[in-house]
């Protein structure tokens, strides 16, 4: 029954990680990679629009540049990036031009999706791609992207964009047939979950953080894309990436792999998915208990009269999160005042802000449509 909202899916995200794509570190599996590409291809044509994620391009440098080692420092790691990114998309390409379609390489950054105008451009050119039936490799732009510009983990690229294009969902293959009840690497016996809410707590327990030795996040970041991409609607599908014929059996609703659910109605409009996939968050707003409140009941904006203390730097624009009396992180919104009149305003009221500083500044310190629980 949970599957077969897997056969209306028709905008997906294929993300393949590194564990799958190279061969024990001597570079591209190039067998995969072709029966991916047939399967993508084949559904391409049967109407589907999917975007790739695939890392590999660290991989795939060490192995051109003849290193065995992953080098630690980060200007060889983007080396190898940039010289096996090069590789990659031309396997794609290549892959791809057997069935004449066009392959188009996206490289994005944090920045790319943490700032809006280039959230929008990001947004604009993979849907016209799509739009184009130009299949969009994309990976992290590893080549300069450093600690604080970097998503991290391709599972949670994959996820940021499953939301920037509102796709029906996500297909994350790996090198496990699924998720298991503990990491099967480490525990022989363990059972294959076949379906469970993105939001179920027990997931969280069973995931290890253990990555192979290409990986970077294990199965514990899947999930966590798997949540990311329930927040706006899409499903999510954990399974190995050897399945013959996987892909298309998992759209035809085969129960192949784990599928990970939005929890039933949750579908978060676009600009609160973009204001949750931040990660910067620039400062701390202390707000009292009615203020929690209303924030938590009501889903109202906040009002400097709630706060109680700020600290951090931060501008408008910029994200901060809200903080309870208990301490507990209650939200995070983008901040209408900078640092230094949210001190001025703080504990004020509307009319003592209109009538101190003047009707231009905003009554709310962070509008509820800035705002998003955490
Ligand atoms: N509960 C679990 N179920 C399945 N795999 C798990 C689990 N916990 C940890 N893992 C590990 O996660 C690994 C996959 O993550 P990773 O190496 O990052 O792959 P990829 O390169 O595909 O992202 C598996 O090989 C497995 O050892
Ligand atoms: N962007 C990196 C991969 C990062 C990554 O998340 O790897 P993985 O966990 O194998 O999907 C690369 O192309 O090597």
Redesign the pocket.
Known sequence: MTRERLTQARRLVVKI????LTADGAGLDNKRLAEWTAQIATLVDAGYEIVIVS?GAVAEGMSRLGWTRRPDRVSALQAAASVGQAGLVEAYSRGFAAYDRQTAQVLLTHEDVADRARYLNARRTLATLLGLGVVPIVNENDAIAVDEIRVGD??TLAALVVNLLDADGLIIL???A????????QVPG?QLIDSAGAYDDALVR???D???A??????ATKIRAARQAADSGGFTVIAHGTTPNGLARIVAGEALGTLLLPPPGKRRAARKNWIAGQRQVRGRVYIDAGAAHVLRDSGRSLLPIGVVAVEGDFRRGDLVACVDPDGRELAQGLSNYDVRDAHALKGLTSQQIAARFGPAHEPEFIHRDNLVMT
Do not use: E, H, K
């Open positions: 990680g590194s564990a799958l890392s391709n599972d790996t090198d496990q699924g998720v298991y009840d503990a990491d099967p690497r363990a069973v995931a290890g253990s990555a192979g290409l990986g970077r996040g294990g199965m």
